[in-house]
């Protein structure tokens, strides 16, 4: 069964504002991963949290991660054209990777 | 140098056709896998081989056959061809699994 599940769907937002996505997953797991696929392209990985993390950053990413609520957010500041682009969560319980539903980010310049 | 790359980028074929889906990775990573993306982008495992060993195999129907003849390379051969087989299907690698995967570039096959 599918484990993420991302909020919004969608997401338009304008050069130099900040894009906020949010994953929801439904059991335990080891560590949280972010993935960015551009338009017609494979994925590339982002930045990962593990579970006894809360907060991670890597230069204008930003992801919490909140086990108690089985949630996790990446945080885009200052966003620019080229970070247009589908974004997934995936969780790591066992020795797969599940991947969420993923948010299409459109920044516009 | 592509670290994983696919071959071919896109597949047109008829329903009842066989055709493969060649992948390697250069990273000296030990895992491969196979992922497939539907229309809604929804992105699922298929197989996982670690160092020519298969160790993931979820629910695909018997059609698809993975091999890896070593650990830098992982196939996926498809049989009968159906309709519900068009999608992306995307190779990735990892050192340790399920750290960081790599993906490659995807193989948009097209059932007709």
């Known amino acids: 069964s599918q484990q993420g599940e991302e909020d919004p769907q969608a997401l338009s937002i304008q050069e130099g504002e900040n894009a906020t996505m949010n994953c929801s997953y439904k059991t335990s797991i080891n560590n949280l991963q972010w993935y960015r696929q551009n338009s017609g392209r494979g994925l590339v990985h982002l930045i990962l949290?593990?579970?006894?993390?809360r907060e991670k950053h890597s230069g204008r990413l930003r992801v919490t991660l909140d086990t108690s609520k089985k949630s996790s957010s990446l945080l885009i500041t200052a966003s620019r054209a080229a970070d247009t682009a589908s974004y997934f969560c995936?969780?790591?319980?066992?020795?797969?990777?599940?991947f969420g539903t993923g948010t299409r980010l459109q920044v516009f310049p | 140098d592509t670290a994983v790359s696919q071959t071919p980028k896109y597949l047109v074929t008829q329903m009842g056709n066989d055709k493969s889906i060649k992948c390697e990775q250069n990273l000296g990573h030990d895992t491969m896998y196979w992922y497939k993306q539907d229309s809604k982008k929804f992105l699922k495992i298929m197989f996982s081989y670690n160092n020519k060993e298969l160790i993931i195999n979820e629910t695909v129907p018997n059609r698809f056959s993975p091999k890896s003849p070593d650990k830098a390379h992982l196939n996926l051969h498809i049989n009968s061809l159906e309709l519900g087989d068009s999608a992306v299907y995307f190779c990735?690698?990892?050192?340790?699994?399920?750290?960081?995967?790599?993906f490659g570039p995807g193989t948009r096959l097209t059932v007709t």
């Open positions: 990735a690698s990892s050192q340790n699994n399920p750290y960081e995967q790599y």
């Open positions: 995936a969780t790591q319980r066992t020795d797969k990777l599940i």
């Open positions: 949290i593990r579970s006894n993390e």
